[in-house]
């Protein structure tokens, strides 16, 4: 058998297949991006969803790269029980996931009530330090609290600040507390409103930056508007690439070695 070098080795830290998006072709779908990239990919698995655990649990065995991560999301703090407490534990014991995510906050969609929003994104904390794993942050115009909540818990394992759309001050105190910063599609975006972003990626150090697609949501562009999917992390990549003015490969590398830092 003869030994292919992959010319591309990009990896998507956050991304969403179990959703009923990718239910038909995911196979293919993560075929194809392992015939690319020698990179990984981090799948978030949901516990109130009825097959997500099931779904994920086959997509881990597809190919040796795949990774997940599970936790309860803010916009369903409200419906937080015991029973799904139970559930992301018992998920957690498998070695194939690797972080408690994505919790936190959000006050944009507010799909939650505030005070329960919080309570729940402490038990994701008690729950990662417990298991000795790293957090992965939802957060929309929520930074402040968020901040204030892991200085409060005093975590001390990895953080990593998904789909980040804070300021440049936030983003200063996440990068001096040692956490990480991850970008998707977003970052790509032909708009006046996202060249901050583009200011955020220029200082974030190549050892604490991800790349992500968030798929099936926030495809880049050029694919703006379709379904997106972990193939399309490619476009963030080259786009935090060209605004670092370093290589594709120099950061497809560091992603890679960031994410074996956490697995
Ligand atoms: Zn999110
Ligand atoms: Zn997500």
């Given at each position: 058998?003869?030994?292919i070098?992959?010319?591309?080795?990009?990896s998507?830290?956050?991304?969403?297949?179990?959703?009923?998006?990718?239910?038909?072709?995911?196979?293919?779908?993560?075929?194809?991006?392992?015939?690319?990239?020698?990179?990984?990919?981090?799948?978030?698995?949901?516990?109130y969803?009825?097959?997500?655990?099931d779904?994920?649990?086959?997509?881990?065995?597809?190919?040796?790269?795949?990774?997940?991560?599970?936790?309860?999301?803010?916009?369903?703090?409200?419906?937080?029980?015991?029973?799904?407490?139970?559930?992301?534990?018992?998920?957690?014991?498998?070695?194939?996931?690797?972080a408690?995510?994505?919790?936190?906050l959000?006050?944009?969609?507010?799909?939650?009530?505030?005070?329960?929003?919080?309570?729940?994104?402490?038990?994701?904390?008690?729950?990662?330090?417990?298991?000795?794993?790293?957090?992965?942050?939802?957060?929309?115009?929520?930074?402040?609290?968020?901040?204030?909540?892991?200085?409060?818990?005093k975590?001390?394992?990895p953080?990593?600040?998904?789909?980040?759309?804070?300021?440049?001050?936030?983003?200063?105190?996440?990068?001096?507390?040692?956490?990480y910063?991850?970008?998707?599609?977003?970052?790509?975006?032909?708009?006046?409103?996202?060249?901050?972003?583009?200011?955020?990626?220029?200082?974030?150090?190549?050892?604490?930056?991800?790349?992500?697609?968030?798929?099936?949501?926030?495809?880049?562009?050029?694919?703006?508007?379709?379904?997106?999917?972990?193939?399309f992390?490619k476009?963030?990549?080259?786009?935090i690439?060209?605004?670092?003015?370093?290589s594709l490969?120099?950061?497809?590398?560091?992603?890679?070695?960031?994410i074996?830092r956490?697995?």
């Amino acid at each position: 058998m003869s030994i292919i070098k992959k010319e591309r080795s990009e990896s998507d830290f956050h991304c969403h297949l179990d959703m009923k998006q990718f239910s038909e072709d995911v196979g293919s779908i993560i075929n194809d991006f392992f015939v690319e990239s020698s990179g990984y990919l981090i799948s978030v698995a949901d516990p109130y969803e009825e097959n997500s655990y099931d779904r994920t649990r086959k997509i881990l065995n597809l190919n040796e790269n795949i990774y997940a991560m599970t936790a309860a999301h803010p916009h369903n703090a409200d419906n937080y029980s015991n029973e799904i407490e139970k559930r992301i534990i018992e998920f957690l014991d498998n070695d194939k996931v690797i972080a408690v995510g994505e919790c936190g906050l959000d006050f944009f969609y507010n799909l939650s009530k505030k005070d329960k929003q919080v309570e729940v994104f402490r038990r994701q904390i008690a729950i990662a330090r417990e298991r000795n794993l790293s957090l992965t942050i939802h957060s929309r115009e929520a930074e402040e609290l968020v901040l204030k909540i892991l200085k409060e818990e005093k975590f001390c394992q990895p953080v990593v600040f998904h789909c980040y759309t804070g300021n440049m001050e936030y983003a200063k105190e996440i990068l001096q507390r040692g956490y990480y910063i991850s970008f998707s599609g977003i970052v790509t975006f032909n708009q006046k409103k996202t060249d901050y972003l583009r200011e955020i990626a220029k200082i974030v150090p190549l050892d604490r930056i991800f790349t992500e697609t968030d798929s099936p949501y926030l495809a880049p562009e050029p694919q703006r508007g379709k379904t997106n999917t972990p193939l399309f992390v490619k476009y963030v990549a080259e786009k935090i690439a060209e605004i670092k003015n370093i290589s594709l490969e120099t950061l497809n590398k560091a992603v890679k070695e960031n994410i074996e830092r956490l697995i």
